[in-house]
């Protein structure tokens, strides 16, 4: 009898091992959130005061143990002057191309960080790279 429940035992967790593994959305909304507060120099007592909260919830949002009202995601977002898509971007599961899709999270954080003029600097590099691969994609094409 014990050998049946380890078996089913054995089952339900092979089941388990092979289904998706569930993304913690807490976490990456809370790591983007402390980025953009970063990015807009702005510390938690600030961020805090603007929206009406307390330190302890920014805190905590930050590190993935709450999750704020969509009332605050909105004034967090005006706050620090970024859009839903960047904090929700990667927690709906579509077929559209994303952020995400395009470039890995160690790519956005560096650029985030970037001054103005060195975001130009690369926007204009990735254009002409885009342009010299289209060019090169035309050329195999023909031969």
Known sequence: ??????????????????????????????KKLK???????ITQAQLAEEVDVSIEHISNMERGTSYGSVELLIDI?????????????GSIERNLLTLDSIADDNLV???????????RTLSTIALALANEQEQTNKYLKKA
Request: hydrophobic share 25%; aromatic share 6%; charged share 30%.
């Open 77 to 89: 977002c005006n706050t620090l002057n970024i859009s839903a898509d960047f904090i929700f971007d």
């Open 1 to 30: 009898m014990n050998n049946k429940k380890s078996n089913s035992k054995q089952n339900s967790n092979s089941k388990n091992n092979n289904s998706k593994p569930k993304k913690d959305y807490k976490i990456t909304l809370g």
């Open 35 to 41: 980025l953009a507060r970063h990015k807009a120099n």
């Open 109 to 119: 954080e560096s650029y985030l960080k970037l001054n103005p003029r060195n975001k």
